[in-house]
């Protein structure tokens, strides 16, 4: 799988004229990797420990440095031979080695910035790097890591690759494609769950518990599902997203929400009402409904990504609503922390809908007289046209 992955970066690094790529970012760091740092993913300090190089010239190795924690599962994660470890804070000799001498210096208290700097140096070295062009994810490295870089490697010539790697990641292979498809699935069963034997009084709060609680109970029986580590939910009853206005007769109540699956972050949502809909409501509703369509038709190969913009503005426009305006109707999706990646299905995006592009597309209002409305779907692009990863019905559906 990363095999593929390599390759097209290696190709852009040719065609700019780089001679590296240094993932920086988690999302990129695991997107090259296939290795889920959990001190890089969840803990915003430690960026700029857990780094990839990946060398343009196919016959040097792509090299990872990470602590010696997690060294052991990055080199089975991502099949890397050359990864290179330095010390962190944790003890991890086996019970029976505890007996005997330790080396001397003991650990540090989390890492040695000197020590992590030296295995960089050392990777960058081997492969003839220490003056070279290197492209990274400039708009996102931290000035600790330039300065640092900078005092050991200072000849080098540093390019922004931000762009370049959201629009390589914005095509899906299958395998991520199907990561999709199962936090979809999940997702899913969170707001089937959420809805089923509702009581007047419950919150916004209450709504993303039960929906969570769905997930979770998908998750665990399922064994396809192992891979599930998360799951976010903006919930309302009515305008309110936060806990206190309560659910009552003519309540529309919101999901906007999606499931991570082995590293991959799915979107979507859907919108009831409970027990009665009222007639604005229903009015703006029906007319959100046939924008989410005519903007899911216009989905198809080699379409500007903003006709899907237009097809969505213009319905609600003339559907009743001429002053409607939102700066997107829909997003690319994938591993970023924030569901949302580039490229929006915005009214100034010319790129071209290419095949295995993964869209959410969606048609949200969040009027404070009405209630707060969201329909949302995945969309995978295909070679002919598109398919919905949603499967729940997109019509305003009455429980209670």
Same mark, same amino acid.
């Given at each position: 799988?990363?095999?593929?992955?390599?390759?097209?970066?290696?190709?852009?690094?040719?065609?700019?004229?780089?001679?590296?790529?240094?993932?920086?970012?988690?999302?990129?760091?695991?997107?090259?990797?296939?290795?889920?740092?959990?001190?890089?993913?969840?803990?915003?300090?430690?960026?700029?420990?857990?780094?990839?190089?990946?060398?343009?010239?196919? &016959?040097?190795?792509?090299?990872?440095?990470?602590?010696?924690?997690?060294?052991?599962? /990055?080199?089975?994660?991502?099949?890397?031979?050359?990864?290179?470890?330095?010390?962190?804070?944790?003890?991890?000799?086996?019970?029976?080695?505890?007996? @005997?001498?330790?080396?001397?210096?003991?650990?540090?208290?989390?890492? +040695?910035?000197?020590?992590?700097?030296?295995?960089?140096?050392?990777?960058?070295?081997?492969?003839?790097?220490?003056?070279?062009?290197?492209?990274?994810?400039?708009?996102?490295?931290?000035?600790?890591?330039?300065?640092?870089? /900078?005092?050991?490697? /200072?000849?080098?010539?540093?390019?922004?690759?931000? +762009?370049?790697?959201?629009?390589?990641?914005?095509?899906?292979?299958?395998?991520?494609?199907?990561?999709?498809?199962?936090?979809?699935?999940?997702?899913?069963?969170?707001?089937?769950?959420?809805?089923?034997?509702?009581?007047? =009084?419950?919150?916004?709060?209450?709504?993303?518990?039960?929906?969570?609680?769905? #997930?979770?109970?998908? &998750?665990?029986?399922?064994?396809?599902?192992? =891979?599930?580590?998360?799951?976010?939910?903006?919930?309302?009853?009515?305008?309110?997203?936060?806990?206190?206005?309560?659910?009552?007769? =003519?309540?529309?109540?919101?999901?906007?929400?999606?499931?991570?699956?082995?590293?991959?972050?799915?979107?979507? =949502?859907?919108?009831?009402?409970?027990?009665?809909?009222?007639?604005? &409501?229903?009015?703006?509703?029906?007319?959100?409904?046939?924008?989410?369509?005519?903007?899911?038709?216009?989905?198809?190969?080699?379409?500007?990504?903003?006709? #899907?913009?237009?097809?969505?503005?213009?319905?609600?426009?003339?559907?009743?609503?001429?002053?409607?305006?939102?700066?997107?109707?829909?997003?690319?999706?994938?591993?970023?922390?924030?569901?949302?990646?580039?490229?929006?299905?915005?009214?100034? %995006?010319? @790129?071209?809908?290419?095949?295995?592009?993964?869209?959410?597309?969606?048609?949200?209002?969040?009027?404070?007289?009405?209630?707060?409305?969201?329909?949302?779907?995945?969309?995978? #692009?295909? %070679?002919?046209?598109?398919?919905?990863?949603?499967?729940?019905?997109?019509?305003?559906?009455?429980?209670?």
């Amino acid at each position: 799988m990363r095999t593929q992955i390599i390759d097209a970066i290696r190709a852009r690094l040719r065609d700019r004229g780089l001679d590296a790529y240094l993932a920086y970012t988690p999302s990129n760091v695991f997107y090259v990797t296939g290795f889920p740092s959990f001190f890089l993913m969840e803990w915003w300090r430690m960026l700029g420990t857990v780094l990839a190089v990946v060398p343009a010239d196919p &016959a040097q190795l792509p090299a990872l440095v990470v602590s010696d924690f997690e060294a052991a599962r /990055a080199r089975e994660d991502s099949g890397f031979a050359d990864v290179r470890a330095f010390r962190g804070w944790a003890e991890l000799r086996d019970a029976a080695d505890l007996t @005997r001498p330790a080396a001397p210096g003991g650990r540090p208290a989390l890492y +040695d910035t000197a020590e992590q700097d030296a295995v960089l140096r050392s990777v960058l070295a081997d492969r003839g790097l220490l003056a070279g062009r290197i492209g990274t994810d400039l708009r996102h490295v931290l000035h600790d890591t330039v300065r640092r870089v /900078a005092a050991f490697a /200072a000849d080098v010539t540093w390019a922004d690759m931000t +762009d370049d790697l959201y629009e390589l990641r914005s095509v899906k292979y299958d395998f991520e494609i199907e990561r999709l498809r199962r936090a979809t699935e999940l997702s899913e069963a969170g707001m089937r769950h959420a809805v089923a034997d509702l009581r007047p =009084g419950l919150t916004a709060g209450d709504m993303g518990l039960r929906y969570r609680q769905g #997930v979770l109970d998908a &998750a665990v029986a399922d064994a396809r599902y192992a =891979g599930c580590t998360d799951a976010w939910v903006l919930p309302a009853i009515g305008p309110d997203t936060g806990g206190g206005a309560g659910l009552s007769d =003519g309540s529309l109540i919101k999901f906007d929400c999606g499931v991570t699956v082995d590293g991959y972050r799915g979107d979507g =949502g859907r919108t009831f009402a409970y027990r009665t809909v009222r007639p604005a &409501a229903r009015r703006l509703y029906d007319v959100l409904l046939g924008a989410h369509e005519k903007a899911c038709a216009a989905v198809r190969p080699g379409t500007p990504a903003r006709e #899907v913009f237009h097809a969505a503005e213009r319905h609600i426009r003339s559907g009743g609503y001429p002053s409607f305006t939102r700066g997107h109707y829909g997003h690319s999706v994938g591993i970023d922390t924030f569901h949302e990646e580039p490229p929006y299905l915005s009214a100034e %995006e010319d @790129r071209p809908l290419r095949p295995g592009m993964v869209l959410a597309v969606e048609t949200p209002a969040y009027a404070s007289d009405t209630g707060a409305i969201m329909i949302e779907d995945l969309v995978v #692009v295909t %070679e002919d046209g598109h398919e919905v990863l949603h499967r729940l019905p997109h019509e305003l559906t009455v429980v209670s």
